[in-house]
Nanobody, 124 residues
Framework: VQLQAYGGGLVQPGGSLRLSCAAS????????MGWFRQAPGKEREFVTA????????KYADSVKGRFTISRDNAKNTMYLQMNSLKREDTAVYYC??????????????????WGQGTLVTVSS
């Protein structure tokens, strides 16, 4: 499966942004999905994950209550709605897919497929 993340940009603290991840090449609903991010000078970290049906999700504590992951299998697209953005949310955001679609995975090595990343900058 090929993944393409988009929707990043510059947003002020407290603002909102929605990222999208478009999938192609395989049946999207065969895959569990996740979002990771990497801030400058830091390691890549888990943000959120969703099962193949969207029936289960998991969030990092740092984004819980502010970010919402969702997917539309008919459109082969996953979304990340980010609200109440903080400066520390600044990072390159990556979408990822795993064939182990019925569980929620939080380690980057558990995902075999990655998008190219989209930059989110939270700044005034």
């Amino acid at each position: 499966v090929q993944l393409q993340a988009y929707g990043g940009g510059l947003v002020q603290p407290g603002g909102s942004l929605r990222l999208s991840c478009a999938a192609s090449g395989r049946t999207f609903s065969d895959y569990g999905m996740g979002w990771f991010r990497q801030a400058p000078g830091k390691e890549r970290e888990f943000v959120t994950a969703i099962t193949w049906s969207g029936g289960a999700t998991k969030y990092a504590d740092s984004v819980k209550g502010r970010f919402t992951i969702s997917r539309d299998n008919a459109k082969n697209t996953m979304y990340l709605q980010m609200n109440s953005l903080k400066r520390e949310d600044t990072a390159v955001y990556y979408c990822a897919a795993t064939a182990n679609s019925r569980r929620l995975w939080m380690r980057d090595y558990e995902y075999a497929y990655w998008g190219q990343g989209t930059l989110v900058t939270v700044s005034s």
